[in-house]
């Protein structure tokens, strides 16, 4: 549950420090003190949407800080786990608006990205408005609530993914069967290059070691000639360097007399003679054995050519012939599966459907029970509301020709009859402003009593209410507190009394500025705030008393 509030520099409010407990909290206050800057402060803490217009005049940014208690919200624990943002049982959201529109968000001191804030705040508290009684004239918000009420969400999101999945490979198999002829010259062209490439068969490195020998092989005959003039050079002439080294041995071991300084001299002659011997050997033995082999420069170069030619005809490098192949092959699997892909994504499109209307099934099953049950449950609110007279009823209808839709097979709608026996119509059309901001109180307690969220806000929802049903709106408000934790901004005296907490709301001006102030109330200065919403500015010894009977009534009630 919420715990703590801390707003700095937002829209009149310079601080605001705030505590909360467990149960029913009123916030009240004259009109324009400031009540919707809590409401709208937690909101920007669950990611709402924000604006510069949101900072103080004069302040550089705005900061709002959340905390709550999450030891008893298993959903809320499991995302910070998951999201390695888990500290023991402490949840702090945090959001910072900068006076040039920028904005920064943070869950346990760790910054995160904005849709952070949204999931984690959607497990922590609900927030209901005066603004809902709009939405409650659209049938995707009365197909939301019903399955919020059958605990039917996972259900309905598995057949929103099974739709999906269903209606992208309707839309393929469509489009398939829309460019047949395209598709098939597609599959044609594909056949005979893939083909053609197949039998080339070039490997990998083929090409560049093809160059290589076709480029020796086309030098052979120089090859031979230079290497048989070196071997004449080097051993098989009276002229040849053999010959000539000998005859430098032969000189100086003729000297006279021993010159040991041409010892290193004589030794290195020796071993050029025998290295020079060697090298012409080896001449020899390749000018014999060499191959120049006309036949394989042949294919060599035809291969080549070949390739060459492939790579011309889809202009491209030869270096990229093996990537198209592989390219051309996958498309044409895509494009051309056995039978037909045709036929595969009918049978696919087949399979689907069969998931879809079992997942549909259930969740229309669930949708039809708990709609008996809700429209029960809100007949009992609004006849507690002073409308017993009123006919609530969740309509499911099949969709036309059993076409799958994301929502699954029916649509919802809420309908109801206000007067006893006229049909039941859509509540745009029969209710008035005071009746819908009534049937909506209901619908929202009734759901509100069936939510795992542990915080839930009520903003103005007892607008256009009056006398003893402001009595009984406290009622349900404080009842749904007891079982968690209630905030709600009110103009009603009657509800405000019968609440846990009690926040006054109040402005005051300073050098030519504008705050808001905030204070928790004990119980006198309850009965003081009841008694202003009761008689106004003037209050009368008679009003005070009223106030506290009030206080004193909404209090016992409950115990």
Known sequence: MLTQLTVSNYAIAERVDLQFSQGMTALTGETGAGKSIVLDALGLAMGGRADAGAVRHGAKRADITASFDVSRITEAQQWLEEHELDDENDCILRRVISKDGRTRAYINGQPCPLAHLKDLGSTLMDIHSQHQHQSLLRKDTHRKLLDEFARAETLADQARQAWKTWNTTRQRLNERQQNADEAEARIQLLRYQVEE????????????????????????????????????????????????????????????????????????LSEAQIQISEAGDNLRHFVDDYDADPARLAKV????????????????????????????????????????????????????????????????????????????????????????AVQFVTHLSRNKDDEPAPHGMEEVEFLVSANPGQPARPLAKVASGGELSRISLAIQVVVAQTSTTPTLVFDEVDVGIGGGTAEVVGR?????????????????????????????????????ATFSRIESLDDTGRITEVARMLGGVDMTEHTIAHAREMFSKGQATHH
Not at 207 to 218: F, G
Not at 225 to 253: G, I, K, Y
Not at 476 to 494: F, I, K, M
């Open 476 to 512: 349900l408000l404080r009842s749904l507190g007891d079982n968690g934790q209630v905030l709600c901004v009110t103009h009603l005296a009657q509800v405000a009394a019968q609440c846990h907490q009690h926040l006054f709301v109040s402005k005051f001006t300073d050098s030519d």
């Open 301 to 388: 170069e035809e291969r080549l050519s070949a390739i060459y030619q492939m790579a011309r005809k889809h202009r491209i490098g030869p270096e990229n012939l093996r990537e198209l192949h592989q390219s051309l092959s996958n498309e044409l699997a895509s494009l051309d599966d056995g039978e037909g892909s045709v036929e595969k994504l009918k049978a696919e499109l087949q399979a689907q459907r069969a998931e879809f209307d079992k997942v549909a099934a259930e969740l229309s099953d669930a949708r039809q029970a708990a709609a008996a049950n809700l429209d029960q449950r809100i007949a009992e609110e609004l006849a507690e509301l002073s409308m017993p």
């Open 197 to 268: 490439l197949d039998r080339l068969a070039l490997e990998d490195g083929e090409q560049e070691s093809l160059e290589t020998e076709q480029s020796q092989l086309s030098h052979a005959e120089g090859v031979l000639h230079n290497c048989h003039q070196a071997t004449m050079l080097c051993t098989e002439d009276d002229n040849s360097a053999a010959a000539l080294v000998r005859q430098a041995l032969q000189q100086l071991e003729q000297l006279p007399v021993e010159v040991p300084a041409l010892a290193d001299t004589i030794q290195m």
